[in-house]
């Protein structure tokens, strides 16, 4: 089988201290968690930032740190988000994207999202849709609901892309449920050449991942999307969600893609 790929996503936007005090939110932190994860098998970081008192922040110079300091300790491929948190405005958004990582995320579609919505609009799209390519990187596109990807598409038919890669975000309250048949449909509308990932939310996400696993697909884990090992207990950190996944990815014969690897996958700096 293919090898996998694992994105570590660290921080997120809603998840606070309070709710998990080994949340990595100031950029020294998540470059300690990014390395941890790294070394635990993950080759991409999906990376948000905080403002100091532990806000969401698209501020492109907290990035600038957060991938030094990952930079410093390992040839992780870094992925901003470029969704950063719900009502903030796309200029906000985009911001670290000028920082030319090798990936971003592009969500394609607007969608409800617990009790907020996360507004995408065509137009806000298209725009970051240029920018992104302008400035070299490869989108991965957030998929929360399956006309998303009918979005993806469309901006792709128009532009050049070498790779197509798609993150499927599962099981967010208000947006298409966490259920195989879900994410065998999800994998059916993208092309066979494309790669993809599962983000499941929540308590979705272990059997989400162990799904993607035996479908071919990649996976993506950590406290954005959930802070628990198993009901009622915390994950230690984010590095044991990495290690769960190595460790059942071995028992089913999935090896795991180094960064390196990963970039082979992904048609990175080709
Ligand atoms: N925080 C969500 C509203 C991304 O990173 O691009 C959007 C999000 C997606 O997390
Ligand atoms: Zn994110």
């Given amino acids: 089988m293919n090898k996998l790929m694992i994105t570590a996503a660290l921080t997120g936007a809603e998840v606070t201290k309070e709710q998990h005090p080994a949340l990595p939110v100031t950029p020294e932190e998540i470059a300690i968690a990014a390395y941890e994860c790294f070394k635990a098998g993950a080759s991409i970081i999906h990376i948000h930032a905080r403002e100091n008192d532990g806000t969401p922040s698209q501020n492109i110079e907290i990035y600038r740190e957060i991938i030094e300091r990952i930079k410093e300790k390992c040839d992780v491929i870094i992925q901003v988000s470029?969704?950063?948190?719900?009502?903030?405005?796309?200029?906000?958004?985009?911001?670290?994207?000028?920082?030319?990582?090798?990936?971003?995320?592009?969500?394609?579609?607007?969608v409800n999202f617990g009790d907020s919505v996360f507004l995408n609009s065509p137009n806000d799209m298209e725009k970051l849709a240029d920018s992104m390519l302008n400035e070299g990187i490869l989108p991965e596109f957030e998929i929360f609901e399956v006309g998303m990807i009918q979005n993806a598409l469309k901006l792709v038919s128009k532009r050049d892309l070498k790779h197509l890669h798609f993150d499927f975000v599962i099981g967010v309250p208000g947006a298409i449920p966490a259920t195989i048949e879900n994410l065998l449909l999800l994998k059916s509308q993208i092309p066979n050449d494309a790669t993809w990932t599962v983000a499941g939310i929540g308590r979705h996400q272990l059997p989400m991942a162990v799904y993607a696993m035996l479908m071919g697909g990649h996976v993506r884990v950590g406290f954005e999307d959930n802070i628990f090992y198993k009901k009622g207990v915390f994950a230690n950190s984010n590095a044991q969600l990495i290690e769960r996944i190595v460790r059942i990815a071995d028992e089913i014969g999935r090896e795991i893609a180094t960064p390196t690897e990963a970039r082979k996958i992904l048609g990175l700096g080709i």
């Fill in 82 to 110: 470029t969704g950063g948190a719900v009502g903030m405005t796309m200029e906000e958004r985009m911001q670290p994207i000028f920082l030319k990582p090798e990936m971003a995320t592009l969500s394609t579609g607007t």
